[in-house]
């Protein structure tokens, strides 16, 4: 009973709330401290290496998403005419909370 709760507040505030956005971080690196619901591009020159953001879980992990075409796994950015991040394909936590999810127009929705 308690796992379905915390699960119908999660997506609830997730689709109430205020949409995720994409900041930049000015360098290919990303910052030691990250928004607590932004995404955080890390770019260099105009080149998009990683994105950056807090597990939306609730556990606090950062998550690190590759961008360059050379990395393995690697992940796309796109941005929608409003500039809402959408990054494909889905996020899939192996370790730690194990949370699977995608971020679309940013809105985070989860995988059952």
Excluded: F, Q
Aim: with cysteine.
């Amino acid at each position: 009973m308690i796992g379905w709760l915390s699960r119908w507040w999660r997506d609830a505030r997730e689709r109430l709330g205020p949409r995720r956005r994409l900041l930049r971080s000015g360098s290919d690196i990303l910052p030691a401290k990250l928004p607590r619901r932004d995404l955080m591009l890390a770019e260099d020159d105009g080149e998009a290496w990683s994105i950056g953001m807090k597990c939306p879980c609730g556990c606090g992990d950062t998550v690190e998403l590759m961008l360059l075409a050379e990395a393995t796994p690697r992940w796309t950015l796109t941005l929608d005419a409003k500039g809402r991040p959408s990054l494909s394909p889905s996020v899939w936590r192996k370790s730690g909370c194990r949370a699977h999810y995608w971020v679309i127009n940013g809105r985070v929705r989860w995988c059952r």
